[in-house]
């Protein structure tokens, strides 16, 4: 097993909505469904759940297919980084406004470097910083 990754809700919800994923998506959450590490900070579920609520409220899927997503992800073996909270304030607000990021985009970041792990993340700016950062890319 591998000592893991992080995964940005961008992913969360490649995972939970077919028309978002791709092979490497699936991938990953096989791997996380057979006990590779996901590690991802407290955010990571209300990311998540607001963006299958969003699209259910736009008419992107359907309710059913919003609690069927949600009820798989809830059963994935997620690691939550309760160290996060603490350092919102300081070292990930100074990430997001270094690399032009919201806060909850720079917690993935911050994450990802502390944890010296690799990040799974569909979102272009989050994954342009994590180059800058060094970070090892999955997606």
């Given amino acids: 097993m591998s000592e893991g990754f992080i995964a ?6 490649a ?4 028309s978002q994923a791709s092979n490497t998506t699936d991938d990953l959450l096989d791997q ?17 759940a607001n963006s299958l ?4 409220r736009r008419k992107k899927i359907l309710a059913p297919e919003r609690d069927r997503a949600l009820g798989a992800l809830a059963r994935l073996p997620l690691v939550l980084d309760d160290d996060g909270p603490r350092l919102a304030l300081g070292k990930i607000s100074a ?3 270094e690399y032009g990021l919201s806060v909850y985009d720079a917690a993935y970041l911050e994450l990802a470097v502390r944890q010296k792990l690799p990040l799974a ?10 180059q800058s ?6 997606l």
């Fill in 121 to 130: 993340s569909r979102d272009e700016a989050l994954c342009k910083a994590a």
């Fill in 8 to 13: 940005d809700a961008s992913v969360g919800v």
């Fill in 53 to 56: 609520l969003v699209l259910l």
């Fill in 15 to 18: 995972w939970a909505v077919p």
């Fill in 32 to 48: 996380a469904a057979s006990g590779t590490p996901l590690i991802v900070p407290t955010l990571w579920p209300f990311e998540v």
């Fill in 95 to 97: 990430l997001a406004v």
């Fill in 133 to 138: 950062c060094r970070v090892k890319l999955l």
